[in-house]
C-alpha cells in the first residue's frame, strides 16, 4: 500500500519536510533499541515488544533483529500485517469473538504455517468459538489465559478461573495451551517508581499463584507474559514472568516521560516527533498546521520540542503556540518546529508513514503498514 | 483506493459486521441534510457545508444535491481528493505556506480549469508565494482574506490589514480576491444560545466593517463567509455574511449535543455511531473492542447509544463500561451495542470506511477517501 501524497524525499533536509509529519531521529530509535537488549532489567528474559504502538513492518524486524522473540499486537488485522511482513511469531495479546475475527485468525495459522501465532482468551465462549474455527481449518493456535492482575479491563479473576479456563482449552486438540497473559495496563503510568513497583508485586503474586495453580493441576504454563514501558523492569525482577512486552520504550512520548525515573531501567529518550509548520504568525502567538488529526490528545497534547513556548490550543487541524519566556527560538511563518506527542500509540495511527532522519536530513521512509487496522 | 479490510457487506445485518467500525444511519443523514436546506436559518444563503467533517466523497457529492454551492476542506490533500471526486467548488477555509503546498494548490487549478478553487491569507507573504506558483504554472485561484472575528487563532486583527492584504491581492493578476472568511471556530461549542448569537453579532461587526473598508477603497468583497453548526443561523441574520459553512449537521456527534438548542434552527440528530463488541464481559462491567484508535476522545469519549451504562475508561483498544441503573439491554460477550462519537471531525478521521445503513441492514459502503489527508 503506498502512500498517496509522500511527505518526503531521501536527502531532504528536515525543513523540506512536508508538513504535518512523523520525523523518526534514528540515532535515538538505535539507542532505545539497544538500550532495551542490552539491559540487565531484561536479563533471561524474552523480550516480545508491542506492535500495536508503532503499527510498522519495519520497526517490527529491527526489534526481531536485536533479540525479540516476537511481537505483541491487539487486532487480527494487525497479526495479519505483521504475519505478512515476515514476522513470524505474533500474539495477539487481546481477546476476539465472532465468527469472523476467529475464522480469520485461524486462516492466518493456515496461510503461515511455519509461524507462531497466539490470541488471549478470558472465557469458554471464545474457547470455543477458536477451537470451531480451527478444527473446521485444521489450524492449530497457541492460547493465553488472561488474568486480570489489577487493571479491570480483561481477564480471569483468579486462579480458579484459570484452572476452569485451561481444562476447557485442553479440551481442543487444535488449541495449545501456553501460559498467562499478565499485564497490568493501568500501572505503566503510576507516576512514582513506589507505585508501580507495587502494583507489579501485587500483579506477580496473582500471576504466580494462577502458574501453580494450573501446575498442580498437571496443566500447561510455560510462559507468563506481561509488562510494558513503565514495569518491565518489575515483572522481569518478580520471578513469575519470563516474558515482557515493552512497546512504547522505542519511541517515547510526552505521557512515558512524565514518569519518575528508576535508575535500574534504561533511560530511554524522545525517538519521535511531529514536524509542523507555521502557517500563520502575530508576534507571540503562532498557529500550526498540525492538530487533532496530526497527533492525539488523550495524554495531553503534543508539545514543543524546544523552550519558550506553550501549547494554548489545539484544533482539528491547528495548534496554537504562545510565547512564555524569551529563551527558544523565534517562530515566523513557514518555520517548521518539531513538537514531542503527547501519547504514541494513537498518533501514529494517524499517519501513513514515517520519515526517518539522521543528522536532520530524510534518510528513509517507512510505511506504517498496520494504521487503521481495526479488527 | 480499496480499503484492505472490509467490515461489512451489502445486505449484512448490523450485527454482522466486523467491529469496531462506523455506521451510518442513512433515514437520519436524509433527514439532516434535508433540514439544513429547508430551514429558513439558510434563506438567501449561499451553503458550503464543510467537508473536513465527514471526508467523504459521497457525502459531499449528496451535499452538492442538495443544493450546496460547494465544499470546504481544510488541506490542499484534501481539496486534490474532492476535485478529483467531481466536487468542482472547494474552498481552502485556511491558510497554506511553503511552496510544495502553494505548488500542488496551483497545479489543482490547471487540473480542474472548470472548478473554483479558493484558499484563505493572512499574510503578505502567502500571497506573494501563492502568486509565484500560480504565475508559473499559469493558474488562477480565488483569494478570501482571513479576518479574525474573535478565535485568536489565525485570520489578520482588522479592517486595515484587511485593506492592506487586499492592495497586495490586487498587484497579482493570477489571484482574484473574493471576500472574507470570517469563521468563529471557538463560539461553536458555547453552550448558551446566548453566547453564540452574541459571539457571532460582534464576528458579523467586524465583517461588516472589513467589507465596508473593502469597498470604499473601490476593493471586491463578494463573499463573507464563516459559520458552523452551532452558529450558522446567527451568520445568515446577521445580514453581513452570504455564505455559510456547516459541517457536523450532517452527522452531529455528543459535542453539539450539548449545545443548548434554539428554537430557530433545525433540530439535527445523530446520524452516526460506532459498532463495537463485547470482547469480555463481568457482570455489570463489560468490555469493547473500540478505544481510542476507534473514536478520538479531546471532546469526552464516545458514550453509549442506549441507557443504563457509562464508560468507566478508554485505552488504546478498548472501552470499559459499566452498569449505573436497571434501565437499558444486558450487555454479554459478542453483542455489538453503538456508540455516539464525542467529536466526529476527529473519529472519522480514524477510518477507511462508513457502513451505510437503513433498518438495520447495511445498505452500502462509502469509502472514507479524505482519510489521513494531512497536507
Known amino acids: 500500500m503506498k ?8 536527502g531532504d533536509a528536515l525543513h523540506e519536510v512536508d508538513t504535518p509529519a512523523l520525523i523518526l531521529d534514528l540515532d535515538r530509535f538505535e539507542a532505545n533499541l539497544e538500550r532495551l537488549m542490552r539491559s540487565s532489567t531484561v536479563r533471561g528474559m524474552r523480550v516480545r515488544p508491542h506492535a500495536k504502538s508503532h503499527k510498522c513492518i519495519e520497526i517490527a524486524r529491527r526489534q526481531m533483529e536485536a533479540g525479540a522473540v516476537g511481537i505483541c499486537c491487539q487486532k487480527v488485522s494487525e497479526a495479519e500485517i505483521f ?31 511455519k509461524a507462531k501465532i497466539g490470541v488471549c482468551v478470558d472465557d469458554v465462549r471464545q474457547v ?15 492460547i493465553y489465559i488472561e488474568l486480570d492482575v489489577g487493571h479491570g479491563r480483561a481477564g480471569v479473576p483468579d486462579t480458579p478461573a484459570v484452572v476452569d479456563l485451561a481444562r476447557e482449552i485442553k479440551l481442543h486438540k487444535c488449541l495449545r495451551l501456553r501460559g498467562l497473559q499478565a499485564y497490568y495496563g493501568s500501572a505503566q503510568h503510576r507516576r512514582s517508581v513506589r507505585e508501580r513497583r507495587q502494583a507489579i508485586t501485587a500483579a506477580a503474586g496473582l500471576a504466580g499463584a494462577a502458574r501453580d495453580g494450573l501446575l498442580a493441576e498437571g496443566l500447561t504454563c510455560d510462559i507468563v507474559t506481561g509488562g510494558g514501558t513503565g514495569t518491565f523492569p518489575y ?3 518478580s520471578g ?18 512524565k514518569n519518575e525515573f528508576d535508575p535500574i531501567a534504561p533511560a530511554f529518550e524522545p525517538a519521535l516527533y511531529i514536524i509542523a509548520s507555521v502557517m500563520s504568525a502575530r508576534g507571540d ?6 492538530g487533532l488529526k496530526a497527533f492525539s490528545t488523550d495524554s495531553g497534547p503534543a508539545m514543543p520540542a524546544f523552550e519558550g513556548w506553550q501549547v494554548r490550543g489545539v484544533s482539528d487541524e491547528h495548534t496554537v503556540l504562545i510565547r512564555v519566556g524569551s529563551d527558544g527560538p523565534a517562530l515566523a511563518l513557514g518555520d517548521k518546529p518539531l513538537l514531542i506527542p503527547g501519547h504514541i500509540d494513537p498518533t501514529i495511527n494517524l499517519h501513513d508513514v514515517i520519515v526517518v532522519s539522521r543528522n536532520d536530513v530524510v534518510i528513509d521512509l517507512w510505511p506504517i503498514e498496520a494504521r487503521g487496522a481495526l479488527f
Chains 1, 2 share one sequence.
Do not use: F, H
Not at 130 to 142: F, I, P, S, V
Not at 240 to 247: A, D, I, S
Open 83 to 113: 504475519l505478512a511482513g515476515g514476522i513470524d511469531d505474533v500474539l495477539v495479546t487481546n481477546e476476539i469473538i465472532g465468527k469472523r475475527k476467529v475464522t480469520a485468525l485461524a486462516s492466518l495459522a493456515v496461510r503461515y504455517p
Open 240 to 257: 513469575v514472568y519470563n516474558e515482557v512486552q515493552p512497546g512504547s520504550y522505542v519511541l517515547m512520548d510526552i505521557d512515558y516521560g
Open 235 to 237: 515483572e522481569t525482577g
Open 285 to 290: 502567538r503562532v498557529t500550526l498546521d498540525a
Open 3 to 10: 502512500p498517496r501524497w509522500t511527505p518526503a524525499r531521501v
Open 128 to 142: 470455543r468459538q477458536l477451537a470451531t474455527a480451527c478444527r473446521a481449518l485444521a489450524a492449530e493456535l497457541d
